[in-house]
């Protein structure tokens, strides 16, 4: 609930701070803090994307940065409530540093800050042009020039790359580099683009018929310019396809399609990459600045090897390759995997008549679409959201601003919530043999898809499918392929005309072991994950995700993406952190991770 009493005590919190800081006293600075304190910064402080855990933490970041950030003017965001709920007071707020225009949040408990989130906002100096600082589009008079906005923009796409060097190049031309580019064009960064498909938005296109959008509309946003109000709520994979090509062109992207980059290096001597690029059979080579990997979580397919596979006389595909049910009905079917690729693929193939069968090879977490946006994004992300005054903006901080290290204690009540409603549907599924999770701490879908990316599926109908029989499940690992279908390791054969490899996608330093080298792939290491040491997310913990969107141990390299929500969120931060080294602006980074796993 909303409580006007309490802002004349967090104002005496901020005056405090303020003062410590401006004295840069860091004792005094961490008196303000409780010693179990959570401090998150997003680029504002650190140049990083980082969370100090604990008292001392908090310390040891302010030695680091605090002479040359200067943080300080902290006060009330003027548009914005203070709340008070179960003894925690949560207060937005805005302050600068020597360089930057920020926000934040803050929860306080017993008086003292438990966390702090401080997120960058805006370089001084090198805002974007929206609102009332827009171009005016219109030239009046003359200044030399004389073309045409058209006219700028093609003179443009045919001096980049060739005359003029971009600064930042972006291999992936997906959701996140389609985003981020968005940002940097803003920005005044020059970028481009690489994408491998004929046009944008085909690697959406190109997948299984049946797919679309699991998470709502209004979690999946675009920067700059959200979907229409009769949006679907979950949108068809042609229609996203579709979204993403209209953006590139309204946003004035310098979007390169059918192009790969064939090789890439980073010249020591020149402090620039070299990126040879195939664009359409031109041999272009490329010497940006920085370089970012925007080659998606769901990029690079994970293909098992099993014995047998040379000798199956059917078809065989990764579930990135398969195109959907046309041409098996009346044929076998098997999908391996029970994620949510083999949940839609399984459901597509059943309702067009064909026999299939589901290879369950180990347990998945399994929400119900309604009871996810029930419980879990309605909130934040909703109609009834944004008539309460939460835009997306607002929703991604209120998000950002959970510490990981306590999200899990915020997500349980969530899902413990969604097991109560759904407690019949968990039955049903179970009694037909389907081998159910709830996370590793029963935290449910989000934790699972932090810290490993996969082991979920998120319900619009094939459960029922499952549950009626009519998608078949078989429990079991694939002992071995067979001429003719599957061998499970329970001697169980399966009949198949084609197989579905549903196994998912490795890590996306993997893109950079096949364009640059293994050895930087090590250097940077893992992508993803964050070390909660649970199944497929070793220790040690790091409290972040690995390499995403922050500064790597390869210099000038960086990594793009996650699902829409992340793209649109962590790409104005991305975007910051080159748009500053463009500029000249020094960037002291903050605890950059250690590598303790390469893939």
């Known amino acids: 609930m909303l409580d006007t009493t309490k802002e004349p005590k967090v104002n005496a919190l901020l005056a405090k701070l303020n003062q410590a800081l401006a004295d840069q006293k860091i004792d005094q600075i961490l008196t303000l803090f409780l010693k179990d304190c959570y401090w998150r910064d997003l680029v504002a402080l650190t140049w990083n994307i980082k969370t100090m855990e604990g008292n001392a933490a908090v310390g040891v970041m302010l030695s680091a940065q605090l002479a040359n950030a200067k943080p300080g003017n902290f006060m009330l965001h003027a548009d914005r409530d203070v709340s008070d709920e179960y003894g925690v007071i949560t207060a937005w707020i805005t302050f600068e540093t020597s360089v930057a225009r920020c926000e934040g949040q803050m929860r306080i408990k017993d008086g003292k800050i438990w966390t702090l989130l401080t997120s960058i906002v805006e370089l001084k100096g090198h805002e974007e042009p929206l609102g009332i600082n827009r171009p005016s589009g219109a030239k009046h008079g003359s200044d030399g020039n004389g073309l045409t906005w058209k006219e700028q923009q093609k003179k443009e796409r045919a001096e980049q790359g060739y005359t003029e060097q971009p600064y930042v190049v972006i291999i992936g031309g997906g959701q996140g580099g389609i985003a981020l580019g968005a940002r940097l064009r803003q920005l005044g960064v020059p970028a481009i683009i690489v994408e491998r498909n004929e046009r944008a938005g085909d690697s959406w296109r190109k997948r299984y018929k049946s797919l679309c959008l699991h998470d709502p509309v209004w979690y999946d946003h675009l920067p700059y310019l959200p979907f229409p109000s009769n949006w679907p709520v979950f949108t068809p994979k042609d229609k996203i396809g579709d979204w993403l090509e209209m953006y590139t062109k309204v946003m004035e992207l310098n979007y390169w399609t059918r192009s790969s980059v064939t090789k890439a290096y980073f010249d020591e001597a020149t402090q620039e990459w070299v990126v040879d690029v195939d664009r359409d059979g031109e041999k272009v080579s490329l010497r940006p600045k920085q370089l970012v990997f925007a080659t998606g979580m769901s990029g690079k397919a994970n293909v098992p090897n099993f014995p047998g596979q040379d000798v199956f006389t059917g078809d065989q595909q990764h579930s990135s390759a398969h195109p959907g049910p ?59 959201a944004l008539a309460n005054g939460i835009t997306t903006e607002l929703a991604d901080l209120t998000f950002a601003s959970v510490p990981y290290a306590i999200l899990p204690d915020f997500q349980k009540p969530v899902y413990d919530a969604i097991r109560a409603q759904d407690a019949d549907f968990y039955s049903d599924l179970a009694a037909v043999g389907f081998e159910l999770d709830y996370g590793t701490d029963e935290t449910g879908l989000f934790m699972k898809y932090l810290r490993r990316g996969s082991g979920y599926y998120i319900d619009i109908g094939a459960s029922q499918l499952v549950i009626d029989g009519k998608i078949k499940l078989s429990n079991g690992r694939v002992s071995a392929i067979t001429e003719d279908g599957i061998q499970l390791d329970d001697g169980t054969n399966l009949e198949a005309d084609l197989i579905v490899y549903a196994t998912g996608y490795g890590s996306m330093n993997g893109w950079v072991a096949d364009i640059v080298d293994k050895k930087t792939a090590d250097k940077v290491g893992k992508v993803w994950g964050l070390g909660s040491d649970t199944p497929k997310d070793p220790g040690p913990w790091e409290g972040e995700l690995r390499n995403m969107w922050k500064p790597t141990q390869q210099e000038a390299l960086w990594f793009h993406g996650g699902n829409l929500h992340q793209s649109r969120h962590y790409s104005h931060h991305l975007a910051m952190q080159l748009k500053a080294r463009m500029e000249g602006i020094p960037t002291p980074v903050f605890g950059l991770q250690d590598v303790h796993h390469t893939g």
Do not use: F, W
């Open 326 to 384: 046309d041409g098996y009905e009346g044929k076998k079917v098997v999908v391996i995997g029970s994620n949510n690729s083999a949940h839609d693929i399984c459901a597509a193939l059943c309702e067009n008549n064909v026999d299939v069968t589901m290879v369950q090879r180990s347990s998945t977490h399994i929400v119900r679409s309604e009871s996810l946006i029930e419980h879990g994004l309605k909130p934040l992300y909703s109609e009834e």
